[in-house]
T-cell receptor, first 115, second 114 residues
Framework: AQTVTQSQPEMSVQEAETVTLSCTYDTSESDYYLFWYKQPPSRQMILVIRQEAYKQQNATENRFSVNFQKAAKSFSLKISDSQLGDAAMYFC????????????FGKGTKLSVIP | EAQVTQNPRYLITVTGKKLTVTCSQNMNHEYMSWYRQDPGLGLRQIYY???????DKGDVPEGYKVSRKEKRNFPLILESPSPNQTSLYFCASSFVGQPDGELFFGEGSRLTVL
C-alpha cells in the first residue's frame, strides 16, 4: 500500500518570505500523480498544484512550485512571496496511475503566516 | 456553478440513531468518494464509486454504507453511529479517464456522535 509522509506538523513563515513544505511517499509504481491540496479555515479543500510522475519538469502555479525528486520519492512544495491568505493546512496526496482514482493523503502541515 | 454539495453541514446526533449524509454533484462525474478527516490523521477514504451501482471499500469502511443509484448522488449512511465516528466528512468527485485526476470536494460535514 502507498504511504504519504509529511514530517512537519506545523510550520511558520514571515509574510513575503519563502517556505518549503516536505512530502515523501512510498510506492512501487512508476506511473502516478502527486498533488498538494490547501485547506483554509473555511475547510474547503483546494487543489494547489499537481505533478505527473512521468514528467521530469517540476510543476509551477504562480507563487507555488514543487521540487519533484522521483528517485528519492520526494515531493516538496515551495511557496514564494508568502501572503496572509496562504495560512492553511496543506495536504500532500498520491494517486496511482492506470486509472486508480484513489487518493492517499498525508497527515497535513499547518502553515502559519506571520505579518 | 460546478459544485459538490453535502448536507447537512453540521450534525449532532446520539449513538445508534441512523443518519444519512447526502452528496450531490452537478458535473456529470463518474467517480465519487467519501473521506473522513481527523486531527493528526489527515484524510482517509471510506468508500468510493466508479459509476452507478459500482461501489467499493476504501481504507476505513467499517460502520458505513453507501449507495450509488444515480450518477449525481452518493449518500453516506451510518446505520448505528458511534462516538468514534465523530469526524469531519468530505465528499469528492471527478471524471473517470481524466488523466490529471483532480478531485472536486464538497465543503465538508461536521458530525458529532454523543
Amino acid at each position: 500500500a502507498q504511504t504519504v509522509t509529511q514530517s512537519q506538523p506545523e510550520m511558520s513563515v514571515q509574510e513575503a518570505e519563502t517556505v518549503t513544505l516536505s512530502c515523501t511517499y512510498d510506492t512501487s509504481e512508476s506511473d502516478y500523480y502527486l498533488f498538494w491540496y490547501k485547506q483554509p479555515p473555511s475547510r474547503q479543500m483546494i487543489l494547489v498544484i499537481r505533478q505527473e510522475a512521468y514528467k521530469q519538469q517540476n510543476a509551477t502555479e504562480n507563487r507555488f512550485s514543487v521540487n519533484f525528486q522521483k528517485a528519492a520519492k520526494s515531493f516538496s512544495l515551495k511557496i514564494s512571496d508568502s501572503q496572509l491568505g496562504d495560512a492553511a493546512m496543506y495536504f500532500c496526496a498520491y494517486e496511482g496511475g492506470a486509472g486508480s482514482y484513489q487518493l492517499t493523503f498525508g497527515k497535513g502541515t499547518k502553515l502559519s503566516v506571520i505579518p | 456553478e460546478a459544485q459538490v454539495t453535502q448536507n447537512p453541514r453540521y450534525l449532532i446526533t446520539v449513538t445508534g440513531k441512523k443518519l444519512t449524509v447526502t452528496c450531490s454533484q452537478n458535473m456529470n462525474h463518474e467517480y465519487m468518494s467519501w473521506y473522513r478527516q481527523d486531527p493528526g490523521l489527515g484524510l482517509r477514504q471510506i468508500y468510493y464509486s466508479m459509476n452507478v451501482e459500482v461501489t467499493d471499500k476504501g481504507d476505513v469502511p467499517e460502520g458505513y454504507k453507501v449507495s450509488r443509484k444515480e450518477k449525481r448522488n452518493f449518500p453516506l449512511i451510518l446505520e448505528s453511529p458511534s462516538p468514534n465516528q465523530t469526524s469531519l466528512y468530505f465528499c469528492a468527485s471527478s471524471f473517470v479517464g481524466q488523466p490529471d485526476g483532480e478531485l472536486f470536494f464538497g465543503e465538508g460535514s461536521r458530525l458529532t456522535v454523543l
